[in-house]
Nanobody
Framework: QLQLVESGGGLVQPGGSLRLSCVVS????????FGWFRQAPGKVREGVAC???????GFADSVRGRFTITRDNAKNTVYLQMNGLLASDTGVYFC????????????????????WGKGTLVTVSS
């Protein structure tokens, strides 16, 4: 059973940076597509960034050029580097995985990925 544990959230000022980590256990990371999703207070969950087994990435328009998603199969970890943070980036960030999806399809599965972590809170505020 694939298990995902997120970390790296916290309070940051607008314009700052954070790096989120998703440590994977219970399966081989290389066999899965991974995505980062977020849910702001009072809003539905949305796709932020996804990375396929071959390293193809996809991003929501709202974060493209500011966020980067990477995977380190040797360390069983998926990362989300967030730069130029805005107040609108505030929310709980979830790591999720499934076996088969394109990067674009992954972004649309905010409620459809097979495996989910419990989330880490990111607050962007001055």
């Amino acid at each position: 059973q694939l298990q995902l544990v997120e970390s790296g959230g916290g309070l940051v000022q607008p314009g700052g940076s954070l790096r989120l980590s998703c440590v994977v256990s219970g399966a081989t990371l290389a066999d899965y597509v991974f995505g980062w999703f977020r849910q702001a207070p009072g809003k539905v969950r949305e796709g932020v960034a996804c990375i396929t087994k071959t390293g193809i990435t996809g991003f929501a328009d709202s974060v493209r050029g500011r966020f980067t998603i990477t995977r380190d199969n040797a360390k069983n970890t998926v990362y989300l580097q967030m730069n130029g943070l805005l107040a609108s980036d505030t929310g709980v960030y979830f790591c999720a995985a499934e076996r088969y999806a394109s990067a674009g399809a992954c972004l649309q599965r905010a409620y459809g990925m097979d495996y989910w972590g419990k989330g880490t809170l990111v607050t962007v505020s001055s």
